[in-house]
């Protein structure tokens, strides 16, 4: 009897120990993955509340750099093709804001046919900075027939306003707390008032130390959603928020955006420091990327999950292909 009642024991632990090896092994090798990365034995943050989201409501946004000087344009119509078959909705083009109007309404007019929006760029500090914006954006400059930054403004907002597949504007990325003012009064006021139709983006850093997801960002009043960018495969910094802290950063962002009424979003890492000269440094693996969202998700309701970046992970020579399917693969496609 006793025998038996011992079998029946062990095979209730053995059971238990297959199941639990089967939940947590996800989790396990992302710990793994994280130290042997950094070398810092992972910790699970307590008292984070529990969202449970099952996606970013906007849709998922990929920032790009593409010039519109390349191949007269072309090719970065062609990058929308591929960014909407992977299941992107949203994009950041640094490169868009340096062509001519012609090609601002391309860019729309491709993006409509594909299923994506835009999110502008106005995110460079000379427009809160007082450079001439003409000298800035030549190309823009040549159809604009203002004489002064306000005038380029007006035209630049007026020029894409009223294009369906604008989405709205992205007016500041990684700002200094103490150009606050600057930001709101020269740029982001102007622009509500030139378009309150649309929503102004906000970004900031995740590692420092006045930041949204810390609660105490003076930038609230800049935008309609806000959040950070979290990339924490990286070079070993004290003061940047390590991989296991994903749930955190997500819990705060959304905290902040709660208590100031505005959308939520946030910034992932699917790019190399190596392309920012720290040499050495490696792109998240695919399990890293997807404990980043996953804890996004678990812990936040964000309005769009933005990743850094297409240019980055498509300038990564012969694995290009293995990090945007991976990249892919997180996001259903």
């Not at 810092?40 to 943050?45: A, I, N, Q, S």
């Not at 740029?187 to 997801?213: E, K, Y």
């Not at 962002?253 to 440094?281: C, M, W």
């Amino acid at each position: 009897m006793k025998r038996k009642v011992a079998f029946i024991l062990g095979s209730l632990v053995l059971v238990v120990v297959v199941v639990a090896a089967i939940i947590f092994a996800p989790l396990l090798r992302t710990y793994v993955a994280e130290f042997r990365t950094t070398g810092r034995l992972p910790f699970v943050p307590v008292n984070l509340p529990v969202t449970n989201a099952t996606g970013p409501t906007d849709g998922y946004g990929i920032y790009e750099s593409c010039s519109p000087e390349t191949n007269g344009g072309n090719t970065c119509l062609a990058h929308l093709n591929t960014m909407a078959a992977a299941g992107f909705k949203l994009v950041i083009n640094y490169g868009e804001i340096y062509g001519d109007a012609s090609f601002q309404k391309a860019y729309l007019d491709r993006a409509q046919s594909v299923g994506m929006k835009v999110i502008f760029p106005l995110k460079s500090p000379d427009f809160y900075q007082g450079k001439d914006l003409r000298a800035t954006f030549p190309e823009l400059a040549k159809t604009c027939n203002c004489t002064d930054n306000s005038g380029f403004l007006a035209y630049v907002v007026k020029l894409v306003k009223n294009h369906p597949a604008l989405w709205g504007y992205y007016i500041g990325d990684e700002v200094e707390p103490q150009q606050h003012d600057e930001l709101k009064t020269r740029l982001s006021d102007v622009v509500h008032q030139l378009d309150p139709a649309h929503p102004r983006l906000f970004i900031d850093s995740s590692g420092r130390s006045v930041a949204t997801w810390l609660g105490n960002s003076p930038f609230y009043d800049t935008a309609d959603v806000i959040g950070t960018d979290f990339y924490p495969i990286r070079d070993y910094s004290p003061s940047y928020p390590a991989l296991e802290r994903a749930g955190e950063v997500a819990a705060g962002v959304q905290a902040y955006a709660d208590e100031h009424k505005r959308g939520g979003a946030i910034v992932l890492q699917a790019f190399s420091y190596s392309n920012y000269d720290i040499p050495g440094t490696p792109y998240p693996t695919t399990d890293q990327m997807k404990y980043m969202l996953s804890q996004t998700l678990l812990h936040s309701r964000p309005e769009i999950i933005f990743w850094y970046s297409y240019y980055d992970t498509m300038s990564s020579g012969s694995a290009s292909t293995q990090h945007w399917n991976a990249l892919k693969s997180l996001i259903g496609k």
